[in-house]
């Protein structure tokens, strides 16, 4: 009769808890520094942050970003400083998610959301262009009708730079090293820049 | 609309050809339904990309729930064709001789961004974008694209099956896959996005 220890194991299935998450109703969390669909942030004025140096499309590995910048027109500027972002594209069919653009950038203009749930049916649709990417007057990531976004997916966009980023150095431990950010505001340092860590007897505060 | 009309257009076209009324509309939202709920991928990973295809038929994602119980290891009982990791050149023949033993109707997902269009392997070793060698239906970008960006892509190719997108679009130009390389194609347009909404899955 042994193999009826192996019903056994069957059935008493049946009563655990099931790990499947009900995808398109719910996602499962997903890591802080996620890597997402991008988006083009703007200062708390409203300014857009890029500036059109197209060091984003220099570094990127997958030759994804197209960016042109243009002279700001002086009496309606985009962008603080003299050039701004003119053509900004990304295209998702070749975007690896590296973030290696993010960590270019000298504005922190772009960085990634969490959103990681698209799908495309047509080639020239995977193209997304400066009025999909910037985020909207809230500061919030634009969220397309063929994408899915879930609460949370956009709660740290601009999250990423602190660790990384030359603020995320020693000599910079609770300095806000980034500027101010629509909707985000400055927000205070990740708590790992600051946290005592194994192998830092001053606790991390020398 | 004539007997002889319904006729040749069953003949010509297949259950296409039949013009609506109050018995074919319910028919074909059935075949629409019993093709959108059985899609039996054929296994075809190629790279890191099929090591997310594998975790989307595992329990936590569970593909089951959508009709896609097991991958099929023979073309000739699938229906579904996820093109998971870059495609070599030698590889491209073997891709679309798949392609071929597979039954209609079938529909092909691009998975992942080497497949859509190289992705960062821009070299002469991986063909640029599958859709050189197969019509491909859904592209699901992402490098890889995580179980949950595959199965956004296949319910999108489940809303494409329900609206007959797939069906009329064959008709027009002999491809499953919506590539317009037309120049005068305006770039900034873009198809009638395919909503995913959190309560339309199942």
Same mark, same amino acid.
């Given at each position: ?41 703007? @200062? *708390?004025?409203?300014?857009?942050? !890029? %500036?059109? &140096?197209? =060091? /984003?499309?220099?570094? +990127? #590995?997958?030759?994804? $970003? ?21 053509? @900004? *594209?990304?295209?998702?069919?070749? !975007? %690896?998610? &590296?973030? =290696? /653009?993010?960590?270019? +950038? #000298?504005?922190?203009? $772009? ?96 | ?202």
């Amino acid at each position: 009769m042994g193999y009826l220890d192996g019903f056994r194991v069957t059935f008493n299935r049946l009563f655990e808890e099931r790990v499947t998450t009900e995808y398109p109703q719910e996602k499962r969390p997903k890591p802080e520094r996620f890597h997402g669909r991008h988006v083009l942030n703007r @200062y *708390e004025d409203g300014m857009e942050k !890029c %500036i059109g &140096c197209e =060091l /984003c499309a220099g570094v +990127c #590995p997958a030759q994804c $970003i197209y960016v042109r910048g243009a002279d700001n027109p002086i009496d309606d500027p985009v962008s603080p400083g003299e050039r701004f972002g003119y053509v @900004y *594209e990304i295209n998702y069919l070749r !975007c %690896i998610h &590296c973030d =290696l /653009c993010v960590e270019a +950038c #000298p504005t922190e203009a $772009i960085t990634e959301s969490k959103m990681f749930e698209f799908s495309f049916a047509n080639r020239q649709d995977a193209i997304y262009t400066k009025d999909e990417l910037v985020v909207d007057d809230d500061g919030k990531p634009q969220r397309q009708p063929w994408e899915l976004w879930h609460d949370g997916d956009d709660a740290l966009t601009s999250g990423w730079m602190r660790a990384t980023a030359p603020s995320g150095s020693a000599a910079h431990v609770g300095q806000v090293g980034w500027s101010g950010e629509l909707g985000y505001g400055v927000r205070s340092p990740e708590l790992g820049q600051t946290a005592p860590s194994d192998d830092d007897p001053d606790g991390g505060q020398g | 609309m004539s007997i002889r009309n319904t006729i040749d257009g069953v003949l010509d076209d297949g259950l296409e050809g039949l013009q609506h009324n109050f018995i074919t509309a319910p028919v074909e939202e059935v075949v629409k339904w019993a093709r959108r709920r059985s899609l039996m991928p054929a296994t075809f990973g190629l790279a890191c990309c099929a090591i997310e295809m594998m975790a989307t038929g595992t329990a936590h994602y569970d593909m089951a729930r959508f009709g896609m119980e097991t991958f099929r290891a023979s073309p000739r009982q699938a229906d579904l064709m996820i093109v998971a990791g870059r495609v070599s050149q030698k590889m491209a023949p073997v891709l679309r001789t798949v392609y071929d033993q597979m039954m209609e109707p079938k529909w092909v997902i691009s998975m992942g961004v080497c497949a859509s269009s190289g992705g960062m392997f821009n070299n002469y070793a991986i063909v640029q974008g599958v859709d050189q060698v197969v019509p491909v239906d859904v592209y699901a970008p992402g490098c890889p694209p995580g179980p949950e960006t595959l199965l956004h892509a296949i319910l999108t190719l489940h809303e494409q099956i329900r609206t007959g997108e797939l069906t009329r679009r064959r008709a027009t130009t002999g491809a499953g896959a919506g590539v317009h390389l037309d120049p005068t194609h305006e770039p900034n347009t873009r198809s009638t996005p395919v909503i995913i909404t959190g309560g339309g899955g199942r």
